[in-house]
């Protein structure tokens, strides 16, 4: 991970994990970042300034006025700044962020940013949890602020819970993915996915159904949206939940509701992923009441639903439109079929004759097939799989 060129403004305030941010200038600094660090006057307490400014190679302020008549310009330093990072952010501060108090020179500073700003909370269990705490980092999230939760573990008043500030290898990576996604052809692009099973309804308690867990779905929404793209993901039923500025979810029952989802955005997205496994047919009658069972045997009228890819496909104008084949025989005829039928630019095949691929796992083994190429990847999970895909939409977006 190379921040060659970035300019990071570091704003610690007064919290006992303000001893990690030496380890996290340090390591800026070792991959060529340019830090600068602002302090508050309680956060000298915990840290000193003569270390910070060593590891930093720059003065640290902590005051508006200097020794002989010197003035730190918080604009200066704000407007300098590629990225501010609050580490530690204290209750305190964090309140005084999202209230618009200035009442040092931390606070000037922020408030005269127009960079992304990234908050790294750290505070005692009960802190981190009271309504106030999380109203205000709602409202930072709001604001578009990009929030490093705290982690779980042993706190420095000895109770165990969530409150301790993420360690600094892990804020360093956020901010690492948050720049690369700068560079991503995904950046600031509109996003479709479809994910999970749908379930259609044979009376009010029953639905035919199938295994899908999502998980392939879900993973392209969160690697999509790390890379700067503005994801909407419109799932079946599932366990699985996601948290992240840039996805709107939206949850679905069955294929005709998913349809109806995915055809209000479609025309205004640049990319569509239909991961969904969606069912192909639907009890033409659904009973309004609960089906006794009176007769031997039973039989249920299915009818087709619509292919919702398929209309993507043919109302396509901009978009570039992705597929899955999930196949068990005459995979590769089946899947480069489909490609042409549903009007596709790309076809994710998997078969569920490869060990540890389709349903349910946590892997996948894909083909990636378009009109000109096939490239074949190695079993891995279903978060690296993502990456594959995403790679391959992002290079069919450079020579578009
Ligand atoms: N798909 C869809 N709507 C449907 C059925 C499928 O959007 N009603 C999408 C899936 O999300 C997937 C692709 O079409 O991206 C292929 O799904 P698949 O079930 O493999 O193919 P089908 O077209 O349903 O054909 P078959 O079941 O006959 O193999």
Redesign the pocket.
């Known amino acids: 991970m190379s921040f060659s060129g970035k300019k990071i403004l570091i704003l610690v305030t007064g919290g006992i994990a303000a001893y990690k941010i030496n380890t996290l200038v340090r390591d800026f600094v070792k991959e060529n970042a340019e830090v600068q660090v602002l302090m508050t006057p309680d956060a000298q307490k915990f840290v000193s300034a003569l270390t910070l400014s060593t590891l930093s190679k720059k003065p640290v302020f902590t005051e508006f006025y200097g020794d002989n008549g010197t003035w730190n310009s918080h604009v200066e330093m704000a407007l300098w700044a590629d990225l501010i990072l609050v580490a530690p952010c204290t209750a305190n501060t964090l309140a005084k962020m999202v209230n618009g108090l200035c009442d040092n020179l931390v606070m000037a500073t922020y408030l005269s940013a127009k960079c992304p700003v990234f908050i790294a909370p750290a505070m005692d269990l009960d802190m981190y949890q009271h309504p106030s705490t999380n109203i205000n980092l709602e409202k930072a999230k709001q604001f578009g602020h990009h929030i490093i939760p705290a982690e779980h573990g042993e706190l420095a008043s000895g109770l165990i819970g969530q409150g301790r500030m993420s360690e600094p290898h892990t804020i360093l990576e956020v901010i690492g993915k948050y720049f690369n996604s700068k560079h991503s052809q995904l950046s600031g692009k509109k996003i479709l996915i ?1 994910a999970g099973p749908t379930y259609e309804a044979i009376d009010p308690v029953r639905f035919i159904g199938n295994h899908s867990s999502g998980k392939m779905g879900f993973s392209l929404a969160k690697e999509a949206a790390e890379r700067g793209a503005l994801v909407t993901l419109v799932s079946g039923p599932t366990t699985l939940s996601i948290e992240h500025p840039n996805i709107k979810l939206i949850r679905v029952t069955s ?1 005709k509701e998913m349809l109806t989802e995915v055809m209000e955005v479609f025309d205004s997205v640049d990319v569509a992923i ?5 069912a ?1 047919y639907t009890p033409k009658v659904v009973a309004q009441e609960k089906i006794k069972k009176n007769e031997d045997s039973f039989t249920i009228e299915l009818v087709k ?6 209309t993507m496909g043919q109302q396509k104008k901009h978009q570039i439109l992705v ?5 068990t025989q005459n995979e590769m005829a ?1 899947a480069k079929g ?1 490609l042409e039928k ?1 009007n596709l630019d790309m076809i994710v095949l998997n078969s569920l004759r490869d060990e540890g691929a389709g349903f349910q796992k946590d892997t996948n083994k894909i083909n990636l097939i378009t009109k000109d190429e096939i490239v074949t990847f190695d079993l891995k999970p279903k978060t690296e799989v993502a990456k594959d895909i995403l790679d391959a939409v992002e290079a069919r977006m450079e020579n578009k």
Do not use: Q, R
């Open positions: 479809t294929a239909a991961s969904a496994a969606v192909d639903n619509p292919d919702i890819l398929k597929g899955f084949a999930l196949e089946n489909k549903k």
